[in-house]
């Protein structure tokens, strides 16, 4: 089985560009997260959906980002406008359910100017 | 707060060493689960403990769990080179159904030759 997917692996965008990041889960899997990660901050939870339906979205990101999941095997990450301090590693990850283990992609590195 | 954390931010050993890392959570959980983050790439899971259990081991990972105080650590023995990575312990929301994990600041192992 092919393992979390995601495009682009690396991305530079100028302060107020909109821009998507693409994830695709393992397939069969039920849960999939969108996580940020910083040095600062460790890993923060963006937005989690279970069988598509939106379970949790990250209170202090609601406000410029927007993650979807339109079908099963494909999920979109937007923020829109990019500010500079959005700069991080984004880590899409999916799990079958439930407590399970969570099964992470190698993520997109963003570069806000 | 930290939900979960790991109680030291980096640790260096010599090749064929042993090390521990220690985990310390506040709320109750169903499991702990312990992740190791290589460098340009996603977590990935080491061990998957459950709260009814004290131990358990995969090859030279030895993960403990002690819910009265709340705490877990992981040991490696027989150290090599590609252990170096940023060690997670992640909790997840006990008596709940959701598939949320909480991760703490991780741990920075560094083996050397």
């Known amino acids: 089985d092919a393992g979390v997917t995601q495009t682009p692996r690396h991305e530079v965008a100028e302060k107020g560009q909109t821009i998507i990041l693409k994830c695709e889960p393992v397939?069969?899997?039920?849960?999939l997260f969108w996580y940020r990660q910083t040095k600062i901050q460790g890993l923060e939870l963006l937005s989690y959906?279970?069988?598509?339906?939106?379970?949790?979205d990250g209170g202090a990101f609601k406000d410029r980002f927007k993650a979807e999941m339109l079908n099963s095997s494909f999920s979109t990450l937007k923020i829109q406008p990019t500010e500079p301090k959005d700069s991080a590693v984004y880590l899409c990850?999916?799990?079958?359910?439930?407590?399970?283990?969570?099964?992470f992609g190698p993520g997109t590195r963003l570069l806000v100017l | 707060s930290q939900l979960a954390e790991e109680n030291s931010w980096a640790l260096s050993v010599h090749e064929g060493e042993s090390v521990t890392v220690n985990c310390s959570y506040k709320?109750?959980?169903?499991?702990l689960q312990w992740y190791r983050q290589k460098s340009g790439k996603g977590p990935a899971q080491l061990i998957l403990?459950?709260?009814?259990?004290r131990e358990k081991r995969n090859g030279r990972l030895r993960a403990t769990l002690d819910t009265s105080s709340q705490s877990s650590s992981l040991s490696i023995t027989a150290t090599r080179c590609e252990d170096t990575a940023v060690y997670f312990c992640?909790?997840?929301?006990?008596?709940?159904?959701?598939?949320?994990?909480?991760f703490g600041d991780g741990t920075v192992l560094t083996v050397k030759p």
């Open positions: 397939s069969g899997h039920n849960d």
């Open positions: 992640a909790t997840d929301a006990g008596g709940t159904n959701t598939g949320k994990l909480t």
């Open positions: 959906f279970r069988s598509k339906s939106l379970m949790e």
């Open positions: 709320t109750s959980i169903t499991a």
């Open positions: 403990i459950r709260s009814n259990e």
């Open positions: 990850a999916s799990s079958r359910t439930g407590k399970d283990t969570q099964y």
